[in-house]
């Protein structure tokens, strides 16, 4: 999977000149955390929320905060922006991009092409087009952990099972790091009270997992 095939494409930015409190305003308006920075179609800068917290007045004085304020509202994009700007191409494989972000602690990337702006990379974008889909969340069904049964051999045998009582696996995976190598089904059936009782009736210790909210 790359960078292209979950990105944000339909950018907002911003020019350097644009007033602080009109980039706050954008933000707010658009539910986003953060806006590149493009003059004459370069991206020069990225602004964010914090950006704009760390630079709004702070003094409890009422004198001083109209004062601070008046200053805030001429105060422009450019004078709090990053220049230092980390950016991927659409054409990085997405475990890259990931890897980036964690390395260098970024919510996000933007993508750039023939130094143009063509995308954003978020943790949005992984949580809800990668992380969700991969887990199943928000879909239907009941999820069941076989405890142990992680093994090669063992997952064989209980697929084979459940491919004859027709049912279909949505997802399936072992979770990383148990050494208890536990297998996670996520069956399409609502109620899997037959299957778990017939996994242990195979001498498997099976239970139900929640996992909506």
């Known amino acids: 999977m790359l960078v292209r095939d979950i990105m944000t494409k ?11 409190l009109d980039a ?13 920075v493009v003059d004459d179609g370069k991206l020069v800068g990225i602004v964010t929320k914090n950006d ?21 509202s001429k105060l422009a994009v450019k004078e709090i922006m990053k220049t230092k700007i980390l950016t991927i191409s659409p054409d990085t494989p997405i475990e890259k991009a990931i890897a980036i972000a964690q390395k260098n602690k970024v919510g996000s990337l933007p993508v750039v092409e023939e130094d143009k702006v063509v995308g954003i990379l978020t943790t949005n974008d992984v949580f809800y087009k990668i992380i969700n889909p991969l887990f199943g969340i928000g879909q239907k069904g009941t999820r069941i952990v076989i405890h142990g049964a992680g093994k090669a051999d063992k997952m064989q045998e209980i697929l084979a099972f459940i491919r004859k009582t027709n049912l279909e696996v949505k997802i399936y995976w072992i979770p990383p790091h148990d050494d208890r190598q536990d297998l996670i089904l996520h ?13 242990r009736s195979m001498g498997y210790a099976v239970e139900k997992r929640e996992f909506t909210v």
């Open 10 to 20: 339909n950018v907002i930015t911003i020019t350097s000149d644009t007033y602080v």
């Open 24 to 36: 706050e305003r954008i933000m707010e308006q658009n539910r986003i955390g953060r806006l590149p």
């Open 52 to 72: 704009v917290l760390k630079a709004s007045p702070t003094s409890t004085t009422p004198t001083n905060q109209r004062h601070l304020f008046y200053l805030m």
């Open 187 to 199: 069956l399409d059936v609502d109620d899997a009270t037959p299957i778990i009782e017939q996994l």
